[in-house]
C-alpha cells in the first residue's frame, strides 16, 4: 500500500481499500433494538488507514448527506434517551450542515459539559453552537420563548464557564454580547446580565467599574413596571447581595452592615433558599471585618451554621464555598490544622471543576498556614503553586500575596536580596491595584527585618507604621504594643 500511495496509484489504492474492506476490515458489530422494535447493526473500518483513505475520496457533498444519515440513525438508535449521544449528534449535525439540528444538540453538548466540569467542552461546544447561529434562518420564521432567547443564553453560558475558569475579560464581552442579544423589553434579563458584569472587574480589583455595573442593573430594575413577583425579587436581592460582597472587598464594614440590614426583610420574605444562606455568610464576613480579620468565636459559629446550610441544599459549589469561609476565619483566629483540613478539601474540589478563584484562593491561605507554622518548604511549596495559578488566572491580587509568602521563605533561607525583591514586589502590585490588602503584613516583616539588619531604623519604622494601619489584620495585643511603643519613640526621637 505504501508503494502504491507513493506512485500516487489511487484507483489501485481504491480497489485494494474496498476488497481489504470487504474481506477483513470491516466488522459487523450486533446492534440495538430501536423503539419500532427493528434491530440496527453497526459497522466499523478497524485500520485507520483504509477509514481516513475512504472518507478523504468522498466528494463534499458525499461525507454531507453521509454525516446527515449517520446522525438520523444516532437518532433513531437512541430515540428513547439521547442524552448519551448528544455530542456525536452535533458533530454529524454540523458536517451535515443542518444548522438548527447542529444548533440543538452543541447547546445540549456545552450544558452537558458544563455539569461535568469539562470546562475547555463546554466552552468549545458553546462557541461552536453561536456560530451555528449565524447560519440558522430565524426571519420569517415562527419563533418560541425558547428560540428567542437562545442566543443570549449561550453567550450567558458561555461568560459563566470562561469567568469560572479564569478568563474575566472574555467572560465579561461574552455577557456584553448576551445583554446586546438578549430580549430589550425584559428588565429582569438585562439586569442580570449587568449584574454579571460586575464581578469580572474584581480580580484586577477595578472594583469601580463593578460599582458602575451594580448600579445600573439597579436603574434598570428600577425602570422595570412589574412589581412584587418572585423574578423581581429574586433579581434584586442578587444585585443587593453583589453589592455586599463588593463592600467587603473594599474593607467597608459599615457599608455591608447598611446594606444587610436594608435587605434584611426582604430577604426573610422573598428571597430563595440560596440567596438567605448568601445573607448569612455576608453576616459573616461583615463580622470578620469588624474584628479586623481576627473573627470572635461568634463569627466562627455563624459561618459553621452557614456552612450546614449549604450542605443541606447539596450544591457542591456552594459547600466548597462554605468551607473555604470557615477554613479563612480558622485561620484568623489561629486554628491552623482545622483550617487546614478545610482548605485541602476546598484545594482538591477548585482543582477538578476547574473553579481558579476557589484554586488560587485555597493554595494562598494553605501557605499562610504552613508559615505560620514555621515551615518554610512546605510553605515556599505552596507559595510557588499560588504565583502560578495566579498568574494563569490572571488573580493580581493573589500574585503579589504569593510574592509576599515567597519573600519570607527567602529570608528564612538567608536570601536577602531575593526576599528585599520579592517584598517590594507585592506592595507594588497591591499599591498598582489600588487595592486595600488586610495581608500586607506577609511581605511587611520581612522588610522591617532586613531594614534593621541594614541599621535603616527609618525605613523598619515606616513599615512599622503600615502594620499598624486600622485597615490591616490586627495583630496580637502584645506586638501592637511593642510596634506603637517602637514607633512613638521613634517619632519623639
Known sequence: INRIQDIGERRLLRQLSQELGKRHRLVREQGEVNAGGRRLLRYRVAHNLFQRYLYNDLSAGERRLLHGEVARA???LHARDREPAVVRLAYHYRLAQEPEKALSY?????HQARRGHANEDATAYYRSAIEQLAQVPFVG?????DWHTLPSELREGLGDVLALTGQHDQARCAYEDALADGPRHDPIWQARQERQVG???DPQRLLQNALQAYRRAETTLESDPREDTADDWHE????????VNLHYLCVSADEMVETLEKIRTAVERHGTPDQQIRFLHNRNLAGTLRDRFVPSEETV???????????QSGNASSIAHGRFNLAFNLLCRGAIDAAEEQLQRVLEFGARTGDAWLETASLAYLTVANRKRGQVAEAKHYAIRTLQSARSNKLDWYTAMAQANLAWAAWRDGDESGAQERAHTALEIWKRLGAISPWRWTALWPLISLATSRDDLPGAIDHASALLDPEQQRLPHDLTVHLEGAVQGFEAG
Open 74 to 76: 444516532l437518532e433513531e
Open 106 to 110: 452543541l447547546t445540549q453538548a456545552g
Open 141 to 145: 420564521r415562527e419563533m418560541t420563548q
Open 199 to 201: 464581578p469580572t472587574w
Open 236 to 243: 434584586w436581592l442578587e444585585v443587593q447581595l453583589s453589592l
Open 301 to 311: 459559629s455563624l459561618s459553621r451554621t452557614a456552612l450546614a446550610l449549604r450542605q
